[in-house]
């Protein structure tokens, strides 16, 4: 069999159940067999890379597919315990495909949809011996006739469209098939399809419309069975014993549930777990330069909010979804919601954010590409300011400032003390090698504007305090009056503070860098 009652599915999930690390999501089973045979039967799960829609999805295949029996798998999960588990376990004619699979030697769509349908058909043919010698226009003439009812478990439905070999008449050719499969066929029991982009990226018409899409902005139902939940990964880290929390926190977490809870990815906290040590795992994966295309389509659209984000200022945003319409990326609103859904920024309550240091990487490499123009000749001199601010040269982070401040970027001209931030975030971009950056991080007697707290052992920790028509003086009084130094103790055994005063009328920075030592 290629695809129908295969048993892939019940030994792909018991290999999940036998890792090391794994979070129960088997609920996600009693909600799914709940639009079994009802009117909501048609459902489209849509989620960014590694974020568990295949391992559900293999989950989902070993509990319905019949003829296996996967009992022993489910044995203590939270699914055993509920009212419909007998009634649908391993019960279900099961069609699972993975149309990111393609044969060897794939050269069009023809090649590889031909694969599909052949395999379908081999299979009904295998299955009701009556289908065999006759000649069918179509495959759902083939199921139709079998006189059987099917539940379809379809993966990764999107991942043709990538290849560079498709054309519009491919793409619409595709989904007229998936169309003819799926909709208003009464042999269909459920039709269960995941992907990273929507449907409604590719249809504009009502090819597909039966299906209800659930993606990061828009999924109030099904949004607590993928990635993990706070309260996972604080179980995983005390089981583990070899990552706190706060630091996987500090990497991984970032994304929201509709109810405000928050959402780790949960390639990244596995992977971290079994290896012992935190790294960007997810944004190595897959094609990850489509943030700098995202913004390249329209920079001028999006680059603001982008600097914004990096300096840890959320963008304020009405964003409506992603849609057909958007496929070329034209202005910011369809930029930013592609983003949302392709998992590189966090939306919630109407704000953006870039979700956690492992893409925050990502987005200073963004920054210094050649198309974000004067933005990129900021960033390069961030190394020499880094520099500068360690060898205490006072004058040259003051003329760096200046500089800075002094090119025609106009959301860099301190309109505000966000202004400000973006300047001082850009100038500093590259001390994000070698240090943890916090803006507005809590130290001593209150928060002190930024602090630069070393990654590993010998360099000196820097505080950093930010005054508009004030002293650079009286910034340096309140960071020790307050104590600010306090925290960086814990990282470092020398603090160099850094006050930075920017005088309003005669547009003029100051600087003045002190040294102290833990010790006194």
């Not at 203590?76 to 699979?101: M, P, Q, W």
């Not at 990226?201 to 939940?229: A, C, I, P, Q, W």
């Not at 928050?262 to 330069?289: I, K, Q």
Request: net charge negative; proline share 2%.
């Amino acid at each position: 069999m290629n695809y129908l009652n295969t048993g892939d599915a019940c030994t792909l999930f018991g290999e999940i159940l036998n890792n090391e690390i794994y979070v129960d999501k088997s609920m996600l089973i009693d909600k799914i067999s709940s639009k079994i045979r009802t009117g909501n039967k048609y459902i489209c799960i849509t989620r960014p890379r590694r974020f568990g829609k295949s391992v559900n999805l293999h989950m989902l295949g070993a509990y319905y597919t019949k003829g296996q029996d996967c009992r022993q798998l489910f044995e203590g999960l939270a699914v055993s315990k509920t009212e419909r588990y007998e009634k649908h376990r391993n019960c279900h004619n099961v069609i699972y495909i993975d149309f990111s699979r393609m044969p060897d030697e794939c050269a069009d769509y023809q090649g590889y949809i031909a694969m599909v349908q052949d395999g379908i058909r081999e299979d009904l043919q295998e299955a009701y011996p009556k289908l065999k010698n006759k000649v069918y226009p179509a495959v759902s003439r083939m199921l139709a006739d079998s006189g059987d009812s099917f539940l379809f478990l379809l993966d990764e439905w999107d991942s043709i469209f990538y290849k560079e070999f498709m054309t519009q008449k491919d793409k619409d050719a595709y989904l007229g098939f998936l169309k003819n499969l799926l909709k208003d066929q009464p042999y269909v029991e459920l039709a269960y399809m995941t992907g990273v982009l929507p449907i409604a990226k590719y249809s504009s018409g009502s090819e597909l419309n039966m299906f209800r899409e659930h993606n990061f902005m828009n999924d109030h139902t099904y949004d607590v069975y993928f990635g993990m939940l706070e309260e996972d990964v604080r179980a995983l880290c005390e089981k583990q014993g070899k990552i706190s929390y706060e630091e996987l926190a500090y990497w991984y977490d970032g994304y929201y549930l509709s109810d405000g809870r928050h959402l780790f990815n949960p390639r990244s906290v596995n992977y971290a777990l079994t290896d012992g040590v935190c790294l960007n795992y997810w944004t190595e994966t897959g094609p990850m330069n489509e943030i700098a295309d995202c913004i390249e389509h329209n920079t001028d659209a999006v680059r603001e909010d982008i600097v914004r984000m990096v300096s840890g200022i959320p963008v304020e945003a009405d964003l409506q979804g992603y849609s057909a319409a958007d496929l070329r990326l034209e202005g910011r609103d369809e930029i930013l919601s592609a983003m949302v859904v392709y998992g590189f920024l966090s939306y919630h309550d109407g704000y953006l954010r870039i979700p956690n240091h492992e893409l925050m990487e990502k987005y200073q490499r963004v920054l210094s590409r050649e198309s974000m123009g004067g933005v990129q000749k900021i960033v390069l001199r961030s190394k020499e300011m880094l520099e500068a601010t360690q060898n205490g040269d006072a004058e040259k982070v003051a003329a760096i400032l200046e500089e800075t401040h002094d090119r025609e970027i106009p959301f860099l001209q301190y309109h505000d003390e966000n202004s400000l931030s973006c300047v001082i975030t850009l100038c500093y971009l590259s001390a994000r090698n070698s240090y943890y950056v916090e803006r507005e991080a809590k130290s001593g007697k209150g928060y002190c504007d930024y602090m630069f707290l070393p990654k590993k052992s010998g360099l000196a920790a820097i505080i950093l305090e930010l005054k508009v028509d004030d002293s650079c003086e009286n910034a340096l009084a309140q960071i020790k009056e307050k104590g600010y130094v306090q925290k960086a103790w814990e990282y470092a055994d020398e603090a160099l503070l850094v006050g930075i005063g920017y005088d309003k009328g005669k547009k003029r920075h100051r600087c003045m860098i002190e040294r102290q030592n833990k010790q006194g």
